[in-house]
């Protein structure tokens, strides 16, 4: 692994780009097929149970997820930062920040599961849940939040690789969680009949085991980058670049996902079948995504270690090939999975009810139609990621949110009164004019300026 890593960081020096982008985004494509596997055995299992599970895991997921994608800032941060260490050669310095980020994290992790404990009733009630819904919703989202201690260890474990230049090692740990995600989830839910309840214990295991066995490699002494308390002493110039780059990341996300809560409780308003819909279209729409999130995630490793090595025009040619590319894939996939026959057949595998799948099946046919902006949108947001403009796209990620899809949605609802299908045009109106403003900051030149300090 160490040989592949110092392979990869030599192609995306030196080598061929594109082949560099591959190198690294196949294999975070794959990971991430498997991260959303985790959501999509849950989403299968619940629909065969019934629609009020389904529909009360997809009303609370964005909860988790704006806390989540709070802390995803860190390891952010972390990618961005020891990527450019990496690329000026400086590994002792690379090692040292993985250390204060793992620290960061593991804090604030335990902060935020004592708040879901505390508060999970009433954010719950506050979505406007109610009866056996409620108890769903509150019983899943309390379980649940026991995972992200494990989620973040493997979160920063793929950071530290990624940075080297290697995603395999995290698609391999995922590919062990998911495995154990299968298995757990008919048990505990269908077996053993938990219910709500068994689809979370079965995602915090999950999770739980290729966390460990992260540990384990990341502690080693022969580690590339190894965890060590003696390095975790925090230190004033780390922490502040830590703020500096993923502060703005981690408001933009949790900006965003708070949005779709938001999102969540205006569509649950049209009833728990459209609730149900929304969370089906939103999982399986996501698959088709994951080439250009992955891609994205590429560009900005090869940008991050060409910074490093003061190679900027190159970082941008690396940028052009990747945006291309994604775009290329989502225009031809979405095609195909908008057609009507297409996106019934997809959504009946999760659901049986047929005013859930006609929704559904609704819903991702308009998505994927549009989803090719997400191309533009994800690599150009690399690029900026690798430069350390994480506040551009912070600012550009909350707009999408708080102006675009609120603006859009009360237009389509209130003035032309389009019911449900205000929601799905909402979304991809929002998409599209986001990535048009992010390109439009890309043909400004204003990503050259490098923001990361990296310590002398």
């Not at 056996?132 to 979160?155: C, G, K």
């Not at 395999?168 to 009949?193: A, E, K």
């Not at 400004?444 to 002398?456: A, E, P, Q, S, Y």
Request: one cysteine or more; hydrophobic letters at 50%; charged letters at 10%.
């Amino acid at each position: 692994m160490k040989r592949l890593a110092r392979g990869n960081t030599e192609l995306i020096l030196h080598g061929n780009l594109l082949q560099a982008i591959l190198s690294i985004a196949i294999p975070v494509i794959i990971n991430s097929f498997l991260q959303t596997m985790y959501n999509l055995t849950d989403t299968f299992w619940l629909g065969r149970i019934g629609t009020s599970p389904l529909a009360a895991i997809s009303l609370v997921t964005p909860v988790q997820s704006t806390v989540v994608n709070f802390g995803s800032g860190l390891t952010v941060a972390g990618s961005v930062l020891i990527s450019q260490y990496v690329g000026a050669g400086r590994h002792e310095e690379a090692e040292k920040m993985a250390n204060q980020i793992y620290f960061c994290s593991m804090l604030f992790c335990l902060v935020c599961v004592l708040a879901l404990e505390a508060f999970t009733p009433a954010i719950v009630t506050w979505l406007g849940s109610d009866g056996e819904t409620w108890q769903h919703a509150t019983t899943y989202l309390r379980i649940v939040s026991f995972d992200m201690p494990f989620l973040f260890t493997v979160n920063i474990f793929q950071a530290i690789r990624q940075a080297h230049g290697d995603t395999v090692q995290p698609m391999l740990m995922n590919l062990l969680g998911i495995l154990i995600n299968m298995v757990l989830d008919p048990l505990l839910m269908v077996v053993i009949h938990w219910g709500a309840a068994g689809a979370a214990l079965a995602t915090v295991l999950a999770k739980a085991v290729p966390a460990v066995v992260v540990l384990v490699l990341l502690t080693r002494s022969n580690a590339q980058v190894r965890l060590q308390r003696t390095k975790m002493k925090p230190e004033k110039s780390k922490l502040q670049e830590i703020v500096r780059i993923g502060l703005p990341t981690a408001l933009g996300s949790s900006a965003m996902q708070f949005g779709f809560l938001l999102m969540s409780r205006n569509v649950y308003a049209y009833g728990v079948n459209a609730m149900a819909a929304y969370g089906i279209g939103n999982k399986v729409n996501g698959l088709i995504s994951l080439p250009s999130n992955a891609i994205g995630s590429a560009v900005a490793t090869i940008t991050g270690q060409n910074m490093g090595a003061d190679q900027p025009d190159r970082a941008e040619k690396g940028y052009h090939v990747s945006m291309i590319a994604a775009v290329a894939f989502l225009l031809v996939g979405g095609l195909v999975l908008s057609r009507p026959v297409v996106s019934t057949a997809v959504v009946s595998v999760f659901a049986t009810d047929a005013d859930v799948i006609a929704m559904a099946a609704d819903f991702l046919s308009i998505l994927a139609l549009w989803c090719f902006s997400n191309g533009v949108y994800n690599a150009t947001a690399g690029l900026f990621q690798g430069f350390g403009h994480t506040e551009i796209t912070m600012s550009i990620e909350a707009a999408r949110l708080w102006i675009f899809r609120f603006a859009s949605l009360y237009l389509l609802d209130q003035v032309l009164h389009m019911g449900v299908r205000s929601v799905w045009y909402s979304v991809v109106i929002s998409n599209g004019i986001s990535a048009l403003i992010l390109f439009i900051f890309y043909l400004t030149g204003i990503w050259r300026k490098n923001r990361v300090k990296l310590d002398k």
